[in-house]
């Protein structure tokens, strides 16, 4: 139970998504008074709130945070606001104009919203492709961000950015948290960008040879999904403000011993099929250095990715066996 959550109202913006509803049952742990979820499921769901849409204390407003009226609703009377609400890396590819409305014109008008609602605190889900391909391994918060090269990445460095000078002018408390790759149950598995291993854990159900492009050796931190919740519980109780926070598993993993480790979990015997790269990835490596949420936060991941793949697997199958049970 913490103390500052108890009794509070707090916004959630993408509280219907993969880790925004990871965030709210965090929350609703310590009894606060009300939880507001905005989300325009897009890519949110009821299916994903399954174990709180009852909960009397959680107000759903389905709508879209680029609705400034409906988003100043939600942020009056806000003591905290989890900002969550985003599109993925590839959706603002293929549409840098949305991508600004969304993730640029939004959390600007979010921001002013919290300082004339005298919000005490935002917590902004940022991302480690603020980094780009990173100066070090492990990365620290004091890499520089000069080789992102994708819009998304810019976008969360602007909002990271947004909430600083905020923060100079009006004294608007913030914590940033820097995602590395999370995974778990209720990650995308049906959506236009459908992550590698769900279309791994489709060959293992299947028998069919999984497919690695290029080599397998690009690597990438993976985080399990509570872990990141409890990061973003973390950066709310504590007095940080004003600071930018690695969360990653400090654990380096190539695509190559992801899908060992997969078959491992999975008992599978397949073996891979190597296919030409077709695209190029300007990032071919990431690993966290927590040290500073740690040291600050007293945040340290929890969940090992073989434990992470098993939970991921069980709800994976547990899922495909009962969408085709129903139809
Ligand atoms: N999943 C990752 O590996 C990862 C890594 C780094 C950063 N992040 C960031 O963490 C946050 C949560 O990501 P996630 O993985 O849960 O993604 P997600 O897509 O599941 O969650 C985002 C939620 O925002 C909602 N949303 C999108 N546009 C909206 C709009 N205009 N109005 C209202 N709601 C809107 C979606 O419906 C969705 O429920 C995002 O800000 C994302 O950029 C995620």
């Not at 400034?68 to 985003?86: I, K, N, P, Q, R």
């Not at 014109?105 to 889900?125: A, G, P």
């Not at 509570?226 to 400090?250: M, P, Q």
Request: net charge negative; aromatic share 10%; glycine share 6%.
């Amino acid at each position: 139970m913490h103390k500052k959550i108890h009794n509070s109202s707090i916004l959630v913006t993408g509280g219907a998504g993969f880790i925004g509803s990871y965030v709210v049952e965090e929350l609703l742990k310590s009894n606060p008074a009300k939880v507001i979820v905005l989300d325009n499921l897009i890519r949110g769901s009821y299916e994903n709130m399954k174990s709180f849409i009852g909960n009397p204390v959680v107000h759903f407003v389905e709508g879209d945070i680029r609705d400034t009226s409906l988003l100043e609703e939600c942020v009056a009377g806000a003591d905290y606001v989890f900002h969550m609400a985003a599109l993925r890396i590839n959706a603002c590819a293929a549409n840098p104009k949305e991508g600004f409305e969304v993730m640029l014109k939004s959390t600007f008008d979010l921001t002013e919203l919290c300082v004339k609602h005298k919000v005490r605190k935002v917590i902004y889900s940022s991302s480690a492709s603020v980094y780009g391909l990173a100066q070090h391994f492990p990365t620290p918060e004091t890499d520089n961000p000069y080789n992102n090269q994708t819009f998304y990445g810019g976008a969360k460095l602007w909002g990271e950015q947004l909430f600083r000078s905020f923060k100079f002018m009006y004294d608007l408390d913030y914590v940033a948290l820097r995602y590395f790759n999370v995974y778990g149950p209720r990650m995308d598995t049906d959506g236009k960008y459908t992550e590698v291993m769900i279309r791994w854990l489709d060959c293992i159900r299947d028998g069919k040879a999984p497919l690695i492009y290029g080599d397998g050796s690009s690597s990438m931190d993976f985080v399990y999904v509570r872990d990141v919740a409890k990061a973003n519980v973390a950066a709310l109780v504590s007095d940080v403000t004003d600071e930018a926070f690695n969360v990653g598993n400090c654990e380096e993993t190539s695509l190559k011993q992801l899908l060992e480790a997969l078959l491992r979990v999975n008992d599978s015997k397949l073996i891979p099929e190597f296919k030409e790269e077709n695209t190029v990835n300007p990032v071919s490596r990431r690993l966290a250095d927590n040290s500073k949420a740690k040291k600050l936060l007293g945040f340290e991941p929890t969940v090992t990715l073989e434990k992470g793949l098993q939970e991921l697997s069980q709800w994976y199958f547990e899922k495909k066996k009962a969408s085709a049970l129903s139809i």
